[in-house]
Nanobody, 125 residues
Framework: VQLQASGGGLVQAGDSLRLSCAAS????????MTWFRQSPGKEREFVAG????????DYSESAKGRFTISRVSAGNTVYLQMNSLKPEDTAVYYC???????????????????WGQGTLVTVSS
């Protein structure tokens, strides 16, 4: 599975951005797709995830109420709509995927087999 993340950029606090993650190669609907982020000097952290059906979603506390994860019906593209961005949201955002036909969405980055290259989001104050 190859993942291609895009949509990052430089915005001001309070603005919105939509990140996209396109999957190719061995793509199956039994894959969980997730967004992580990493700031300089910090560990990679879970942001949001969506199950294979697109129904079950999970968010970090910092993302709840501001970010929305979704996937198109074909299952191969996932979006992260980020609203009310804050300077502390500045990070490289990575999409990740792993085979998980059922159960909770993993929030541990070591669970994930496939990673995109990352897209930089910079939020100025």
């Amino acid at each position: 599975v190859q993942l291609q993340a895009s949509g990052g950029g430089l915005v001001q606090a309070g603005d919105s951005l939509r990140l996209s993650c396109a999957a190719s190669g061995r793509t199956e609907r039994n894959f969980v797709m997730t967004w992580f982020r990493q700031s300089p000097g910090k560990e990679r952290e879970f942001v949001a995830g969506i199950d294979r059906t697109g129904v079950r979603k999970d968010y970090s506390e910092s993302a709840k109420g501001r970010f929305t994860i979704s996937r198109v019906s074909a299952g191969n593209t996932v979006y992260l709509q980020m609203n009310s961005l804050k300077p502390e949201d500045t990070a490289v955002y990575y999409c990740a995927s792993t085979f998980r036909p059922y159960g909770r969405i993993p929030t541990d980055s070591t669970t994930y087999n496939y990673w995109g290259q990352g897209t930089l989001v910079t939020v100025s104050s």
